[in-house]
């Protein structure tokens, strides 16, 4: 039986996993492995919320474990470290839990291997970016940004009542791609939020959001009208927007720039740029580009070994007629695991499949919940913009879609059913 190897379960190896596990594990027709390097999956364009404590990741993460068994397929928890080609084996490095070592190097057969491993933050090797930013790019990164958030209202209440009006709160954000505008309008509904609950050592109106982008406009890859409709309401909402600013050096005191500026900053967050990781660079001969991603050709596999494929944010892939690869989205990666699904059942069933063709259906931001506050769709083809409520409904059904391809239609109802419930029943804040 053929063995299919997955590596990485994020927004695309999920998927994959759970369509092959039903379509090829199911039947027999193939043993579907699932490697990562957690034990449980959280879909990464949520991170921001897990960051300001708009989400419980613990009431949303899919335990790897158990969808394997529900899906058919077999899972690993393991970090690969390399792949031996000619013998067709994914090497997965000791693993380590709290400094022990858990499991020692293992070795897994594939006959086909995917690697699904996604991306890390670049910081383009800025002076003091890796010592005193957070990268919004992980669990553990957005957890950690929470808890010292919070730790900066805990210090603050010490202080006298009255002192409240004199407290004030710098944060900047490096980046006004998606990740640092979506965390930017976050923390500032979480700041308006904190009061209601007992953090009331600082007022909101004295958090001081700054976000500072090298191009001369946010979201430089959607639509001038739909980046000029996002500057103008982050504006509105009295977050500082800077661009054309390149931050050149981050100190423990804040981001200083180019142009000589100095932003003064308690908690600072890096959402500027993204890279392969590390590892991948010299991967069994592989070819990769300056970014460490694998470069693949248009039905993802890797250029150099017809049995290894690669796909999502880890890797490169030009489409024909294209002058540049595919952006580093979820919404790629999700199409790309639909089309690698089909193309192992053809391939298993001696059936050649056409290339991949990426059908961009927009890219949308959300500007946190707030009614006032709205979300916006722009696409570079037509142009438009949505905003308000329906590009919310929009927003929230791109995580709706991944979670139908994980669970099916109706435990996709149930989980809405029980997010609504748990909103009017439950607190909308985390707050430890
Ligand atoms: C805060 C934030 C907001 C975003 N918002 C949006 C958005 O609104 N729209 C959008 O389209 N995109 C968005 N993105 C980008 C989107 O999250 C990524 O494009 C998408 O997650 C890529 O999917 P992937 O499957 O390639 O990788 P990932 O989803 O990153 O998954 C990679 C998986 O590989 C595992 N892994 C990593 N290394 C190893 C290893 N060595 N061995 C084993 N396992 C490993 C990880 O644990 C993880 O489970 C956002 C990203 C961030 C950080």
């Given at each position: 039986?053929?063995?299919?190897?997955?590596?990485?379960?994020?927004?695309?190896?999920?998927?994959?996993?759970?369509?092959?596990?039903?379509?090829?594990?199911?039947?027999?027709?193939?043993?579907?492995?699932?490697?990562?390097?957690?034990?449980?999956?959280?879909?990464?364009?949520?991170?921001?919320?897990?960051?300001?404590?708009?989400?419980?990741?613990?009431?949303?993460?899919?335990?790897?474990?158990?969808?394997?068994?529900?899906?058919?397929?077999?899972?690993?928890?393991?970090?690969?470290s390399d792949v031996d080609r000619e013998k067709r084996q994914v090497v997965l490095a000791p693993y380590f839990d709290g400094g022990q070592q858990l499991l020692p190097e293992r070795r897994l057969d594939y006959d086909y291997l995917v690697i699904a491993v996604g991306s890390q933050t670049n910081d383009f090797n800025t002076p003091g970016a890796s010592e005193h930013c957070i990268y919004l790019d992980s669990r553990q990164s957005a957890e950690r940004f929470h808890t010292e958030f919070l730790n900066v209202y805990l210090r603050a209440s010490m202080h006298a009542e009255e002192d409240a009006n004199h407290q004030t709160f710098d944060i900047a954000i490096?980046?006004?791609?998606?990740?640092?505008?979506?965390?930017?309008?976050?923390?500032?509904?979480?700041?308006?939020?904190?009061?209601?609950?007992?953090?009331?050592?600082?007022?909101?109106?004295?958090?001081?959001?700054?976000?500072v982008e090298a191009a001369d406009r946010v979201l430089p890859v959607l639509s001038e009208r739909a980046s000029a409709a996002i500057h103008r309401q982050l504006a509105s909402l009295g977050i500082t927007v800077l661009t054309g600013e390149m931050v050149t050096e981050v100190t423990a005191d804040g981001l200083h720039t180019k142009s000589g500026k100095v932003i003064p900053a308690k908690l600072k967050v890096w959402s500027a740029g993204v890279k392969a990781a590390e590892f991948l660079k010299d991967l069994a001969g592989l070819e990769t580009n300056r970014v460490n991603q694998l470069v693949v050709e248009p039905n993802m596999q890797t250029t150099r070994d017809e049995r290894v494929f690669a796909f999502g944010d880890c890797a490169s892939c030009l489409l024909p007629g294209k002058e540049r690869p595919l952006a580093p989205r979820a919404q790629v990666a999700s199409q790309q695991a639909t089309y690698l699904a089909k193309l192992f059942v053809g391939l298993l069933n001696g059936k050649d499949m056409k290339p991949f063709e990426f059908r961009d259906k927009g890219s949308l931001v959300s500007l946190s919940t707030e009614g006032s506050v709205g979300n916006i769709m722009g696409n570079l083809s037509k142009d438009f913009t949505f905003e308000g409520k329906v590009a919310r409904f929009l927003y929230v059904s791109l995580y709706r879609l991944h979670q139908k391809t994980l669970h099916g239609s109706f435990t996709t109802l149930l989980l809405m059913l029980r997010d609504a419930l748990s909103t009017k029943t439950g607190s909308r804040l985390k707050l430890h």
């Open positions: 039986m053929n063995r299919i190897v997955i590596v990485g379960g994020g927004a695309g190896g999920a998927e994959l996993a759970t369509r092959l596990g039903n379509k090829l594990g199911k039947p027999g027709k193939a043993h579907i492995t699932l490697i990562d390097a957690n034990r449980t999956h959280l879909w990464k364009p949520r991170l921001h919320e897990v960051a300001a404590g708009a989400l419980n990741a613990d009431a949303d993460e899919l335990d790897y474990a158990i969808h394997s068994r529900d899906h058919h397929f077999h899972f690993k928890l393991g970090v690969m490096v980046g006004a791609g998606a990740t640092g505008v979506e965390l930017a309008a976050e923390i500032h509904h979480m700041a308006k939020e904190l009061v209601h609950y007992g953090f009331d050592g600082i007022r909101p109106e004295n958090v001081n959001i700054t976000i």
